[in-house]
């Protein structure tokens, strides 16, 4: 609801200013018509008003018609009114501009536009009783005036001033030919030998001039001078008066710098600019509407052009110094923006610790109100130690210039208004603007933060133990995996021995069942040492340090398949590289046993006539579940293939899916073997597989040395 009364207070005067501008279109167009009909009726006394005074010529009332009605209509929303204003206002700068031209070009005596008309409605006898014509300053506001009023329908933002300003040259130029016409000085209404401005025009003119300021101001009335309207006018109309009165024009531009420095109230930065604009051409107009002697002349010329450019060194000085003074405030604008938007809490203090500045996210912080605070010392933000301590801090600073916080980030206490002492981020920086010193504390609410960490720093610990068990645990496994597997051999070893020993001796004196069941017995103690083997083999994986270093995997690869050359041919196999492998940092023989054991499998769990084993790498690779890895190497075969379902079970130790065509090779924990080493290697084996097709085993390697990557 605030706001809104903001809101309706703001467009409050918007009405007034758009009231007024109507009012005046309205007196226009009745003056205007006003002495369109003396015209046509004949009456005299309303185209003179006063006896042995100029006539306002019918062009005139003509302007005054269409310039009222292009006031009155451009101050309308609808469309319609904006074409009519338009097209009103452009035929009245047209005939102001064609009379100008006829002045410039052909001289005083023609009057071919302001009879082009005429002719046809008025009798010659009366036009030639009246004589004169529209005077070269009526021509000149009219022109000027229509066109600012066709700028500001058709550019609105950036013709503001320049309408505004237009406005004042308007009021002086008609306030001027009133004083002319009080004083009895010919030369305020009348430029030279040319007709001269008729009393009522002059009237209208000063009420036109104060129509086009109100529309102005109607359009941005947040950019309208904080002065009143009768200062820049009052400069205009005291500097030409002067300028028309003072023969050689001593000293007449220093009346209108004052003008130039009524720009520093204006909202628009170019309006300096546009004031010495309006001041030159009221040098000119003060030139010529007067006449000079042949001995002064180029006196006078050089005198008015010293005032020129001194108008526009103090115009272009006036608009650097608004140009940074609009830079700041808008840095002021945007710091406020920025200070009010953010969410941690900002303080701004001086040198004594009184608070200067409270932004809301400080309120929200410690609960008090700007109002509570500001004005008071920052101390009372403060819990003790702090409190007691800072005026101490602040007079030791003030005393030595010692910073111990400023510029750095700090963690201390704070208190809220309730009482409750929180933990803060306090971040201090000192501002020096001349003599005085601010300092602006950005402060953080980190109850959040430290109750994490404290939650952080409880679960680290028990992770740690945890960690630390089962390390123990792992450790103590692998203890006992050795030490059982180690102790186990002995009597295996002896329970094998006893067992062929009683062959050997007692084979002839035995049946055949015992004969049976002693080989039996040979058998399972041989299979029994080899899962012993398996066994102490898998603790010492996980035992023993890796010896590190940078391979050739195509070289271990093809050292693997010589190795194995007896069992390709039996088999009838066959194994390839696919592409280039790289170099990686691993432990060799590791790496070596991985291989072999992937390509033995490939080959002794196929049922193709001519096995097919493909080895390579892949930089990157993208699974059929849409999972993405780097530096990948596989093993691919064109055997039985893995159902999915026993994809993880292949790796536990001591399991396996079928017996091999050599039923007493393996006992099942290569695969095991193969995952440890590359677990070593801080990689990850997984496989893809299609019964009846065949299997591709995919496994990575991890870092193993500092910056260096598996595959280089």
């Known amino acids: 609801m605030q706001d809104q009364g903001n809101v309706d207070l703001q467009d409050q005067p918007r009405r007034h200013y758009r009231a007024f501008a109507i009012a005046v279109g309205c007196l226009m167009f009745l003056l205007g018509l006003t002495a369109l009909a003396g015209w046509l009726l004949q009456v005299e006394i309303v185209i003179s008003l006063v006896p042995g005074f100029p006539s306002m010529a019918f062009n005139t009332a003509l302007c005054f018609v269409l310039s009222g009605v292009g006031l009155a209509a451009s101050t309308l929303a609808a469309r319609r009114f904006r074409v009519t204003a338009t097209i009103t206002a452009g035929l009245a700068a047209a005939i102001a501009a064609a009379r100008l031209v006829e002045i410039v070009t052909i001289g005083r005596t023609f009057h071919n536009v302001d009879v082009l008309i005429t002719r046809f409605l008025v009798p010659p006898d009366f036009i030639a009783k009246i004589g004169g014509g529209m005077g070269p300053n009526t021509a000149l506001v009219f022109l000027i005036a229509n066109l600012s009023l066709l700028l500001s329908l058709h550019m609105e933002k950036k013709s503001q001033v320049v309408q505004e300003l237009t406005s004042y040259v308007v009021v002086t130029l008609g306030m001027i030919a009133l004083a002319g016409y009080v004083t009895d000085a010919e030369q305020g209404y009348r430029w030279g030998p040319y007709a001269a401005m008729a009393l009522h025009t002059a009237i209208g003119i000063v009420i036109f001039g104060s129509g086009l300021l109100a529309r102005s101001w109607w359009m941005q009335p947040a950019n309208r001078a904080q002065i009143p309207l009768w200062i820049p006018a009052a400069v205009c109309f005291t500097g030409l008066l002067v300028d028309l009165y003072t023969p050689l024009g001593v000293a007449n531009g220093i009346l209108y710098v004052p003008l130039v420095l009524t720009a520093l109230w204006f909202g628009n930065r170019n309006a300096p600019l546009f004031f010495a604009f309006a001041c030159t051409v009221l040098l000119m107009l003060g030139f010529f509407a007067v006449r000079h002697n042949e001995a002064a002349f180029w006196q006078e010329i050089a005198n008015r052009t010293i005032t020129a450019a001194t108008l526009w060194l103090i115009a272009l000085l006036v608009y650097y110094f608004m140009r940074n003074t609009h830079h700041l405030e808008g840095e002021r604008v945007r710091f406020g923006a920025l200070v009010r938007g953010t969410p941690d809490a900002v303080v701004v203090i001086d040198e004594r610790g009184t608070i200067k500045n409270f932004n809301p996210a400080a309120e929200s912080m410690f609960g008090y109100s700007p109002q509570e605070t500001i004005g008071r010392n920052i101390k009372m933000l403060m819990p003790e130690p702090y409190h007691s301590e800072h005026d101490g801090y602040l007079a030791h600073y003030r005393q030595t210039g010692e910073e111990r916080i400023i510029g750095t980030t700090r963690m201390v206490s704070g208190r809220r208004k309730n009482g409750i002492v929180f933990p803060i981020d306090v971040s201090i920086s000192a501002v020096v603007t001349g003599q005085t010193k601010t300092f602006v504390g950005i402060v953080r609410d980190i109850s959040e933060r430290v109750r994490q960490e404290e939650r952080m720093k409880t679960t680290l610990s028990q992770l740690e133990a945890y960690t630390a068990e089962l390390e123990r645990s792992n450790h103590d496994l692998d203890e006992f995996a050795y030490i059982a597997s180690h102790d186990l051999k002995e009597p295996l070893r002896g329970l094998h021995n006893h067992s062929r020993f009683l062959l050997e001796d007692y084979e002839d004196k035995l049946d055949e069942d015992g004969v049976r069941r002693l080989n039996r017995l040979v058998r399972l103690s041989q299979r029994m040492e080899k899962l012993v083997n398996d066994l102490l083999y898998f603790s010492r994986l996980g035992r023993q340090q890796l010896a590190v270093k940078r391979t050739d995997i195509g070289l271990i690869v093809k050292d693997v398949v010589a ?70 190497f596989f093993v691919k075969d064109n055997g039985k293939g893995i159902p999915q379902e026993f994809h993880e079970d292949i790796f536990r130790i001591f399991k396996r899916l079928e017996k091999s065509q050599d039923s007493d090779d393996g006992t099942g924990a290569g695969l095991t073997f193969v995952r440890k080493i590359i677990a070593r290697h801080n990689g990850d084996i997984w496989l893809e597989s299609e019964v009846g097709t065949g299997t591709t085993f995919y496994f990575t390697l991890g870092k193993k040395r500092e910056g260096q990557n598996a595959a280089a």
């Open 563 to 632: 190795t194995m050359e007896l069992l390709l041919e039996e088999r009838h196999a066959k194994v390839i590289i696919d592409g280039r492998l790289p170099e990686v940092v691993c432990d060799a023989p590791r790496l070596t046993e991985v291989f072999r054991n992937l390509i033995t499998n490939a080959i002794k769990y196929n049922d193709k006539p001519a096995p097919l084993v493909s080895i390579g790498y892949l930089d990157r690779f993208v699974g059929k579940d849409g999972t993405v890895a780097r530096n990948v």
